[in-house]
């Protein structure tokens, strides 16, 4: 399985980004796909998950209301929609695919993107 993260840059506070995950190979036995960040210095945190199945989804309370997480099965992609970004939101971000219903737990999570740099200005 190979997960390619895309979609980051620059942008003001304020501003859109969306991100795409693009899945190769057996993603078969795959619960979900989660969006994390990492910012400098700080420990990698859950954002936003949807199961490859049924399309639940789920949100970190400190996005909630600006990102919308999304899939496009045809093109074996899910995409994350920022908006209303806010300095704070600057991070790396990466997609990840988990076989197990713990969604937000980065530790279940088997395979990783390469990650995707979001950096938001003031």
């Known amino acids: 399985v190979q997960l390619q993260a895309s979609g980051g840059g620059l942008v003001q506070a304020g501003g859109s980004l969306r991100l795409s995950c693009a899945a190769s190979g057996r993603t078969s036995t795959m619960y979900a796909l989660g969006w994390f960040r990492q910012a400098p210095g700080k420990e990698r945190k859950f954002v936003a998950a949807i199961t490859l199945s049924g399309s639940t989804t789920y949100y970190a309370d400190f996005v909630k209301g600006r990102f919308t997480i999304s899939r496009d099965n045809a093109k074996n992609t899910v995409y994350l929609q920022m908006s209303s970004l806010e300095p704070e939101d600057t991070a790396v971000y990466y997609c990840?695919?988990?076989?197990?219903?713990?969604?937000?737990?980065?530790?279940?999570?088997?395979?990783w993107g390469q990650g995707t740099q979001v950096t938001v200005s003031s």
């Open positions: 990840a695919l988990t076989p197990w219903d713990n969604y937000d737990l980065i530790h279940e999570y088997q395979y």
